[in-house]
């Protein structure tokens, strides 16, 4: 049944989340650790150089998230070996991994659980390569040492379930079902996916890699008129069935980017669906960042919040940043060469001078409520409307349909695992079971007792919750990743002469692995450069200060 589960995951899972991580098949999926690689270094391999004459490339980072670390990692990697570096980041947060972090249930490290950034998948080739070469342990998503795992998934609609997959039946069942209820459509889905997926992986090589142009490398390779479609008309044009992709891959849509199929662009509707091989590192993805960060050998600033950007005459840049300290705030100031900008520029509050030429859009970006909490209660059947006694599904994702009632209050609730033995006790002995909402609207107290059939406590917060029926919680507000509507332009890498700019690829394809292939591009671009002008140097000729570089091939 496992290797048939494997054979036939894409076609019948087509709805697993890629970003939010909320379901991968039950069985393991735990890629072998391997020995480490060691890191590349400019300073540990290639030629001697002798009586080289480079001075040392200062290089800024704002951002600890995928973009930062990953620019960082591959500017040590890809820099040359006679070129001293630099690297300073710039993180105002407490800890590196942007949106990827974990909280520990029950506060016990051993019970970690994603917050943010759940899983990646196979052919996330910059996030799997990394975790192998730090020999990083992976595993099921929101796995855990005790853990019943989920075998039921359902899509709610508000009022009822339109679909429902229950992996401890036959899988030959579960396919025959699958197919009987929507034709071929899901096969048609697989297919149209990994042809729009194989025209997006030509943005990891030459000749198309590194590319100055997001813009233009979308349109080369065919993609921008996927982005110019919205979702349902993209399905649509290709012949997949409109009550496949509205009850099922609308569910995915939901609980990747809380977007329905009519307002999100057609390629992250398809990036949706590229969910083969999901896995997750043990103890949280932001191993992945610390990883890049630690080989880069970046100078790492944590609690540090970058406020002020000014270019001097000489073209270098002085960042002026400021630390909370307990008492009072510190100010520091530095001066580089480069800048690279790794996050939203809209939520970095950062002040440029001279003013940009051309600032980077500000886009909406999802505010979604991301609810944890453990409890002894399962799932009630009377919230789901169905008979009492029913079995909730272990994953419930949630679609909206032109005949719903009502719409679905909630984008997806998860029942990640069972804690058999908490770290501590509770008046209620017996299992614990964790769940994870992610909603549009906080979730309040009298919401959870009707989910979970308990009487309503009438108090203001879920903290208030008698730990009989909620023993543990933790909430977090993100703004998660952009609305995505169609469009066919999107924001250079270069908004100054040596300042950079990984986030513009949000609008276009917003996954850590993305994040990650931007930082590794700008890295690529840049440290092109410097080759140009060492280059010159050892030939003999003198190294200059150009004030007014700008890549351009």
Not at 141 to 147: K, L, M, Q
Not at 188 to 216: C, D, V
Request: proline share 6%; net charge negative.
């Amino acid at each position: 049944m496992r290797s048939l589960l494997r054979k036939y995951s894409v076609i019948t899972l087509l709805f697993i989340a890629i970003c939010g991580g909320l379901w991968t098949l039950y069985k393991s999926l735990v890629v072998p650790s391997k020995v480490p690689r060691k890191p590349y270094s400019h300073q540990q391999e290639g030629p001697v150089c002798h009586n080289a004459k480079l001075s040392t490339k200062k290089v800024a980072i704002i951002g600890a998230g995928s973009g930062g670390s990953s620019t960082a990692f591959y500017l040590n990697r890809f820099s040359s070996p006679c070129q001293p570096l630099n690297i300073t980041l710039y993180e105002r947060s407490h800890y590196v991994g942007g949106r990827s972090t974990t909280v520990d249930a029950f506060d016990d490290p051993n019970h970690p659980v994603e917050l943010g950034a759940s899983i990646f998948v196979k052919v996330n080739a910059n996030l799997v390569s990394a975790a192998n070469e730090f020999g990083l342990s992976t595993q099921d998503p929101d796995s855990g040492d005790n853990i019943h795992p989920p075998l039921t998934l359902g899509i709610w609609d508000g009022t009822h379930f339109v679909f429902v997959q229950d992996f401890r039946s036959n899988s030959w069942w579960n396919i025959a079902k699958l197919l009987w209820q929507y034709g071929t459509a899901p096969i048609r889905t697989q297919n149209l996916m990994k042809k729009t997926i194989g025209a997006f992986l030509q943005m990891y090589e030459e000749p198309h890699f590194p590319f100055e142009s997001l813009s233009q490398v979308s349109y080369d390779l065919g993609l921008t008129h996927i982005t110019s479609m919205k979702g349902n008309a993209f399905l649509q044009e290709n012949s997949i069935s409109g009550r496949f992709s509205k009850e099922i891959i609308q569910a995915s849509t939901r609980v990747n980017y809380a977007q329905n199929l009519d307002q999100i662009h057609a390629l992250e509707a398809m990036v949706c669906m590229a969910t083969d091989g999901a896995i997750a590192i043990k103890g949280g993805n932001w191993r992945i960042f610390e990883g890049m960060l630690s080989s880069s050998g970046a100078n790492v600033i944590l609690n540090v919040s970058a406020s002020t950007i000014d270019r001097k005459n000489n073209g270098k840049f002085k960042i002026i940043s400021h630390r909370m300290a307990v008492e009072e705030v510190e100010e520091l100031s530095d001066e580089y060469e480069t800048v690279v900008i790794a996050a939203p520029l809209q939520f970095t509050d950062l002040k440029i001078s001279p003013a940009l030429e051309h600032t980077p859009d500000v886009i909406d970006y999802v505010k979604l409520y991301v609810t944890l909490f453990t409890s002894p209660h399962q799932l009630s059947s009377h919230a789901f409307h169905m008979p009492p006694g029913s079995e909730v599904p272990h994953i419930v994702l949630t679609t909206q349909l032109p005949t719903s009632i009502h719409e679905p209050d909630f984008y997806s609730i998860s029942t990640l695992r069972t804690i058999l033995n908490p770290p501590y006790p509770f008046e209620h002995q017996g299992p614990q079971y964790l769940y994870k909402i992610f909603s549009a609207q906080p979730v309040n107290s009298s919401y959870l007792s009707t989910l979970l059939g308990f009487r309503d406590p009438k108090v203001s917060t879920i903290s208030d919750i008698s730990k009989s029926d909620i023993s543990w919680s933790f909430e977090k507000i993100w703004h998660s990743y952009p609305y995505l509507p169609p469009r066919v332009t999107f924001e250079e890498s270069l908004l100054a002469p040596n300042l950079w700019y990984t986030s513009g690829i949000e609008s276009f394809i917003s996954t850590m692995e993305t994040s990650s292939l931007m930082g590794m591009n700008v890295a690529k671009l840049i440290t092109n450069g410097w080759k140009d002008q060492e280059s010159s140097i050892l030939a003999g000729g003198h190294e200059r200060i150009n004030t007014e570089f700008m890549y351009m091939r």
